[in-house]
């Protein structure tokens, strides 16, 4: 039987979960079928190994990569702990498949799947599952997505206990890549606890997997609280009376870019003051060359490309605003992280915001919400209602820059913002590995 065939047919087995080691000793199997630190779920992985790290486990890692890519740092692991499944040649001669329909780097869309690409693709992390628990024998496997790498997990260690992290995009890809879901859901919806981001996440999660109450977890996601602060270097000089905006994320439609492109062409300024956007991020298709076509005008658009963690704070640092006019996101952490550096934001009013966004940051001005226009999908709006949107944005940005310009006093936002460091999420996350152990 094809591995295809054993997630179409999966049934959960009649006979329990083994239980972990004791508490001190335990050894985690984390999983990411894409690159470490470009996305979210790869910031998380890093963030969940170095904080394992911290508590004593002994950890190894599964995760995808290009042909050519050299393999991360995820420190503490070593690099003979890290096993790659290396896209672009045989059993998956097609770029790394992303999670997103766009990504920060060229990749395959899963709703191009053919039936032979699913099966190379469960063959190769198959494979990399097996080198990966030579010798190790993991207590819990720790999934990133709910999706067909998690999917394959269930399959192949049926008594071990599976966390689940969700980072949303499983929720859009059931309905991008229909076609994959019958190879997904079945054994997904038979991991042991399932991870959410907030409370709309969860409910999206049960919705499509049928998770009792019980199995979901509401962990949230974090930033780096040593990185991103207001205390560091500033990458870029200020010029006399320079207002910056900053934008970081992939260079997508669906991610508002175009349409912030526009809005800050109508920004009013404050008297004696100028305005720049950066743009921090790529794209992996034409829609990154189509949204840098649409700058190409403006001499107020700057792009900076992909930038790494510690560079991307020093950007915040010296900005004034951030911005995310984005249609469709998990947990975007990027917004705090900016005002974790000082600067105001504006986003899009998307939906679950008020379940993990503190609400004092709105209620003191730190943060402008944007109405969304109406969707006509998951994550494209109506063109009817985007100019609208664009007036909106804009009217944000210049409500935003004004009070920078006023100099607010900031000092309190760290404060609202410590319940969503790493440190805090996994906290949450040891609690239940715990659950897990003998003697819990």
């Known amino acids: 039987m094809t591995f295809s065939e054993r997630l179409r047919t999966y049934t959960p087995p009649a006979a329990g979960r083994r239980r972990a080691a004791p508490k001190g000793s335990l050894k985690i199997l984390h999983l990411l079928s894409q690159q470490p630190a470009k996305t979210g779920s790869g910031v998380c992985l890093l963030a969940m190994a170095a904080h394992g790290a911290e508590a004593g486990y002994r950890q190894r890692a599964v995760i995808g ?23 672009e040649s045989p059993p998956v001669p097609f770029r790394i498949p992303g999670m997103s329909d766009v990504m920060p780097y060229p990749s395959t869309r899963f709703s191009d799947f053919t039936i032979e690409m699913l099966e190379g693709y469960l063959n190769a992390f198959a494979a990399a599952f097996s080198k990966a628990t030579d010798g190790f024998v993991p207590d819990i496997i720790h999934a990133n997505h709910h999706w067909l790498m998690t999917a394959l997990a ?15 995009t499983e929720l859009r890809q059931l309905v991008n890549a ?30 499509a997997f049928g998770f009792s109450d019980e199995k979901v977890q509401v962990v949230g996601a974090g930033f780096r609280d040593d990185l991103f602060c207001a205390e560091g270097e500033c990458r870029l000089p200020r010029k006399d009376g ?59 658009v700057h792009f900076l490309g992909a930038l790494p963690q510690n560079e991307l704070a020093k950007v915040f640092r010296s900005a004034d605003v951030f911005v995310l006019p984005s249609m469709f996101e998990g947990l975007p952490l990027v917004v705090i992280e900016a005002l974790a550096c000082g600067c105001l934001a504006v986003v899009s009013d998307l939906p679950g915001i008020d379940d993990w966004m503190p609400h004092r940051l709105c209620e003191q001005g ?75």
């Open 65 to 87: 990569l290009p042909a050519a890519e050299p393999v991360p740092a995820i420190p503490p692991l070593s690099p003979d702990g890290v096993f790659a499944v290396r896209f």
């Open 154 to 168: 269930r399959v192949l260690f049926p008594e071990t206990p599976i966390c689940a992290q969700s980072h949303g």
């Open 178 to 207: 229909a076609h994959l879901a019958p190879y997904v859901v079945p054994a997904c919806a038979d991991v042991d606890t399932a991870f959410a981001l907030h409370p709309e996440n969860a409910r999206g999660l049960k919705e």
């Open 242 to 300: 320079e207002l910056r905006v900053v934008y970081a994320g992939k260079l997508a439609v669906a991610k508002g870019v175009l349409w912030l492109i526009e809005a800050v062409e109508k920004i009013r300024p404050p008297e004696k003051t100028t305005v720049t956007l950066m743009v921090a991020g790529t794209g992996g298709d034409e829609e990154a060359e189509q949204i840098r076509a649409a700058a190409a005008g403006s001499d107020r």
């Open 366 to 440: 730190l943060v402008e919400r944007v109405a969304m226009p109406r969707l006509v999908s998951l994550d494209t709006p109506d063109p009817d209602a985007v100019p609208a949107f664009i007036e909106d944005l804009a009217a944000a940005l210049t409500t935003q820059l004004q009070r920078a310009a006023a100099k607010p006093d900031r000092a309190d936002t760290a404060c609202h913002l410590v319940p969503l460091t790493w440190r805090g999420v996994f906290e949450k996350v040891k609690a239940v590995y715990e659950g897990f152990c003998e003697g819990s």
